[in-house]
């Protein structure tokens, strides 16, 4: 019965991180067409896709539904970020034994990926 629950919750969260794929590609096209301003809310709205996205790529890639280890999904990110941003030779580790329930994750890598303020 276990195993029969993780194979469902991890076909759930496969889909789940696909679906968040096409968004990501929907905000994109649409990004493509559109002024400055909008442009710049779209990209930062598929920013935070890409992040609940990671969410659940390592729920599914883990097989451990239980929650998110946290230092998987950092080590990810900022993998995702040097390569999005082209930066070669950064050396990082992530050194964090935090495991966090799927509400508490989810909210906390979308605000990891807001802008920051401009002064």
Do not use: W
């Amino acid at each position: 019965m276990r195993r029969e629950r993780d194979a469902l919750l991890s076909e759930v969260h496969h889909r789940v991180k696909n679906n968040l794929q096409i968004i990501v590609s929907l905000l994109n096209i649409q990004a493509m067409n559109a002024d400055e301003d909008t442009r710049q809310v779209l990209m930062d709205a598929q920013s935070r896709v890409r992040a609940m996205a990671i969410i659940h790529e390592t729920l599914y890639d883990s097989g451990d539904f239980s929650g998110v280890l946290m230092s998987y999904f950092i080590t990810r990110l900022i993998e995702r970020l040097i390569s999005a941003h082209s930066v070669y030779g950064v050396d990082f580790e992530v050194d964090a034994d935090v495991r966090l329930n799927l509400e508490t994750a989810i909210p906390l890598a979308c605000s990891s990926m807001r802008p920051s303020p401009t002064p």
